[in-house]
């Protein structure tokens, strides 16, 4: 039995934890030969696939090493073109994969499920730092995103109380406050603003000023996708040929120029940018993602193919590629955390105190 894995899309810790527990899972449960696809579906859209095989060895002293040893692109859509999506067929053919690992995002498993109705056999496994993925409650890198943010807001709380200032801090997220919700909860930030949840200038403001008074500085902890109530969100960049043509960044910055002018004390912007996505795994994010890597791996082996790996309930699982490819999972408006972020006084930026 031959397998492929790749990683697509933006990297994130665990990565490698996963491709490990795939690998090891196959080569040792069923002696299957496991083939490392290059810089993600690129590797497979190249007129002469760029793979290489992985051994015990080869995946052996990875597990808490950030980033993807197979290297990634989120520049790269197969479906954008029947002569890629062939040659991408074509390639898995000869190169003789029973089935291909996709270690993606959201973007990754819609190509995979595209490739899957054109006849390749996948098992996706859920990637990102966002934890934005429909039908999986805790994907893997996410927990150390947020360790990551919530270090950088305790370093934030110092200097802000030395200078009695606002600082804004801004973290990754996408359309989904995830990450902004429980580094802002774990940071102690005053002020948590979600993309989810339309923040009213006059209310920010509000909070600041009243802090200005009694305890001189705060802390505001926004998710780069949040927009002001009728406003916009803040575009950085369009990517054409990406899968994710939108990326978003520097609310902070539109954030402080709002609200600068309304307050006494001087008003600070951080933009966490991709900090948040480097590094090593938290212990928690190698264990998830080992657990993912040998779910997949068992999914091959029982033939259980064009599904992905999944935590549900706190269990791991498996759902069809095609319930996950449409939408994201965003914060819903009566999740736990957001109750108890306004009964412990924290403002989410929408109503006046
Ligand atoms: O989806 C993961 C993510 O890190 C988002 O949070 C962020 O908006 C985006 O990727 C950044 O992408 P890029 O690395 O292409 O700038």
């Not at 998830?288 to 599904?307: H, V």
Request: glycine residues 12%.
């Amino acid at each position: 039995m031959r397998i492929g894995i790749l990683t697509g899309g933006g990297d994130c810790p665990g990565l490698n934890a996963v491709i490990r527990a795939v690998a090891k899972s196959l080569l040792r449960q069923c002696g299957a030969q496991v083939i490392g696809i290059e810089d993600g579906f690129v590797g497979l859209m190249a007129d002469t696939p760029r793979v290489r095989e992985l051994t015990w060895e080869s995946v052996s002293g990875i597990l808490m090493r950030g980033g993807t040893i197979l290297g990634t692109s989120n520049r790269a859509n197969p479906l954008c073109s029947e002569a890629d999506t062939d040659r991408v067929l074509a390639h898995a053919r000869t190169l003789g994969l029973q089935a291909l690992v996709v270690i993606g995002g959201d973007g990754s498993m819609a190509i995979a499920h595209g490739l899957a109705q054109r006849g390749l056999a996948i098992v996706g496994v859920p990637k990102t730092i966002d934890n934005d993925i429909v039908g999986c409650e805790r994907s893997f890198g996410f927990d150390t995103a947020v360790a990551t943010v919530t270090e950088a807001i305790e370093r934030l709380q110092t200097t802000a109380q030395s200078h009695s200032r606002v600082m804004i801090v801004e973290t990754m997220g996408r359309y989904a406050g995830w990450i902004a919700l429980e580094a802002g909860l774990a940071g102690a930030a005053d002020v948590i603003l979600l993309p989810e949840i339309d923040f009213d200038l006059d209310a920010v403001a509000a909070v600041c000023r009243a802090r200005e008074r009694r305890q001189r500085y705060t802390i505001i902890c926004i998710g780069e996708g949040a927009k002001p109530r009728g406003g916009e969100r803040t575009v950085q960049q369009r990517i054409a040929d990406s899968p994710e043509p939108i990326r978003l960044g520097g609310v902070a910055h539109v954030l402080r120029e709002q609200l600068q002018p309304r307050l006494d004390s001087e008003v600070r912007a951080t933009v966490l940018g991709h900090v948040q996505r480097g590094g090593s795994p938290t212990p928690f994010d190698r264990v998830l993602a080992t657990q993912f890597g040998n779910e997949a791996a068992q999914l091959i082996m029982q033939g259980q193919y064009n599904r992905m790996v999944t935590l549900h309930g706190g269990r791991l699982g498996h759902v069809a590629l095609a319930d996950v490819v449409h939408g994201t999972r965003m914060v819903p408006r009566d999740h736990p955390l957001l109750r108890a972020a306004r009964q412990i006084g924290v403002s989410l930026g929408d109503t006046l105190a």
